[in-house]
């Protein structure tokens, strides 16, 4: 079968299976993929005139690398020249249902994307969503096979270490730099579940006293941002080693539990946000492309990115790239 009809099939599946009833019609004359470019170009340049290194790293959306509608389609590389790796979720696991192996056809369609990433320096950091050992190894292998940094997440709030393995994959005591270094990963979005995580230093000091090469986690713990001397502590594997620390930062969506949303928002949003995501309450698709939310994002002294950038977080790593596909 034609990689070209795969990857259609791909896109429509993913488009078709939201939950989002939104009769909203979209502008017209927008390139949505172009206004994401452009976005995370913007942040990319913000970041890095602010700190040398600090590493761009976005979130699935694999496809905006490419100008044209297939992986062989001229690249986009003003895109590929701002960022240093890609976040890609479900590539083996997760991407019908978690737990549930990720159909082949639509595994081949992603990696024909994420080869054009790592041919040219960009490091792919793979989240697989499984449980048990069999699954979870399996994942590990296979993404290892491909030159792909992974962790195998057992759950989908990311709120846990897990068990298994009980220590890093391919674990070493060696000071990490660059994404190009990293071996194993770790990935936590939702440490307040008290199950886990009993409070705030319970949570910096669980996670410090692991040998992950990397840490990608939220920037803020119960609506307060890490702070620098936190950070220090995080960067350190506890067989002493240095890890990079990256930050997690939503683009493509707005939460209503971030600090930027306003009580007003509740029942008189701005124009630019839009229908709620109905697989998780609370984060509102938006046009992304409106320079009132880019304003929050980066730019100045009072934007998310500055804080995390205050924070000395070691980069950025930018979801919901994909919110184009909504518009679309």
């Known amino acids: 079968m034609k990689l070209w009809y795969l990857l259609f099939c791909f896109i429509f599946i993913a488009c078709g299976n939201s939950d989002d009833d939104d009769t909203t019609q979209p502008p017209s004359g927008i390139d949505y993929r172009q206004e994401m470019r452009g976005f995370v170009k ?68 992603i990696i024909a994307y994420l080869d054009i990433y790592e041919a040219s320096g960009v490091e792919v950091l793979v989240t697989d969503y499984a449980s048990g050992e ?29 068990e298994f393995p009980s220590r890093p994959n391919n674990e070493t005591s060696d000071d990490i730099n660059s994404l190009r270094e990293v071996q194993n990963f770790l990935y936590i979005l939702d440490p307040e579940n008290e199950n886990n995580f009993s409070n705030r230093q319970d949570f910096i000091n669980k996670i410090a006293a692991t040998n992950f090469d990397l840490f990608i986690i939220d920037a803020f713990y119960d609506g307060s941002l890490l702070t620098p001397d936190e950070l220090v502590q995080l960067k350190t594997k ?19 539990f971030r600090y930027y949303w306003q009580p007003s928002w509740d029942n008189d949003p701005p124009e630019w946000v839009e229908a709620e995501n109905k ?45 184009f596909e909504f518009f679309e």
């Open 42 to 109: 913007g942040i990319s340049s913000y970041a890095k005139e602010q700190k040398l290194g600090f590493l761009i790293i976005p979130q699935n959306g694999e496809t905006v690398i490419t100008v044209g509608d297939d992986p062989s389609s001229a690249i986009a590389e003003d895109y590929l020249q701002a960022i240093d790796g890609l976040g890609r979720e479900d590539l083996f696991y997760g991407y019908d249902d978690d737990n549930k192996a990720t159909p082949d056809d639509v595994s081949e369609a």
């Open 134 to 162: 069999s699954k979870m190894e399996d994942s590990y292998t296979r993404n290892e096979e491909l030159g792909f940094a992974s962790f195998a997440a057992d759950r989908r709030d990311l709120d846990n270490i897990p």
């Open 238 to 256: 506890a067989n002493g080693g240095k890890r990079l620390v990256i930050g997690y930062m939503s683009i493509g969506e707005a939460g209503d």
């Open 279 to 323: 697989n998780f309450p609370g984060n509102f698709k938006l046009r992304y492309w409106e320079k009132e939310w880019q304003d929050i994002i980066f730019g100045n002294d009072d934007s998310y990115l500055k804080m995390i950038l205050d924070a000395q977080f070691d980069g950025v790593y930018l979801d919901i790239i994909d919110a």
